[in-house]
């Protein structure tokens, strides 16, 4: 089976840097991927990774380790629109069918 | 541009009343998905379609079913909603089904049963 587990919620300043971690058992792997979801809005696409290591873009970088089960998404210089849940995911499978984890609501104050 | 378009965005229905969601899409994907998203909660699969291929999750209800008329629409039909299918539906599309498919979501159509 496949399970994906992340903290429900944070809560972090405006400008810092927050790290959403996020733990996976999956059979198989394809990869891990994160996305963002403003309330009452579709998930957009944050990022994917399929090999170990930091992928960064922009203000936003995830990182995975495959042999720990272990991926984390780090937002930088935070702004008040990054107040969202994140959804970490995971193919089920080889296939394009995405397993959710519960997602974790951010909220960035001033 | 919206590429994947749900309607409507609200939608009301009574209890036991069927009720049709629809979506469409431009980027001319093979795979649709839909999926059911409560408060909450994450996002859970209810089924897909590859091409005109339906794929049915094992743990979807019977009271939910779909259509795909062609490549660019498709639909979920809820035969008897009850009170507790009120959730967010979202459709989805992707390239192919292989495991790194980045998936595009639509907006999603909030319905609630009275």
């Known amino acids: 089976g496949q399970n994906i587990d992340q903290p429900t919620e944070m809560t972090a300043t405006e400008g810092a840097i927050v790290q959403i971690n996020c733990t996976y058992q999956?059979?198989?792997?394809?990869?891990l991927f994160w996305y963002q979801q403003h309330a009452g809005e579709a998930p957009t696409f944050l990022s994917y990774?399929?090999?170990?290591g930091l992928e960064e873009k922009g203000r936003f970088s995830s990182f995975l380790s495959r042999s720990k089960g272990y991926s984390y998404l780090l937002l930088k210089e935070l702004q008040m629109k990054d107040s969202a849940s994140y959804l970490c995911a995971a193919p089920k499978g080889n296939t394009g069918k995405l397993i959710f984890g519960q997602g974790t609501t951010l909220q960035v104050k001033p | 541009d919206a590429m994947v378009i749900q309607n409507p965005r609200y939608q009301v229905t009574q209890f036991g009343k069927p009720v049709t969601l629809s979506c469409s899409q431009t980027l001319n994907h093979n795979v649709m998905y839909w999926y059911q998203q409560k408060s909450s909660q994450a996002p859970k699969l209810l089924f897909h379609?590859?091409?005109?291929?339906?794929?049915n999750e094992a743990d979807t209800p019977d009271n939910f079913q779909s259509r795909r008329p062609n490549t660019s629409f498709c639909f979920l039909d809820i035969r008897s909603p009850g009170l507790g299918d009120a959730a967010m539906y979202l459709c989805a599309t992707s390239r192919d089904l292989g495991g790194g498919t980045e998936a595009f979501f639509g907006q999603g159509t909030r319905l609630t049963v009275v």
């Open positions: 999956t059979s198989g792997f394809n990869g």
């Open positions: 990774n399929v090999l170990d």
């Open positions: 379609y590859y091409d005109k291929d339906f794929n």
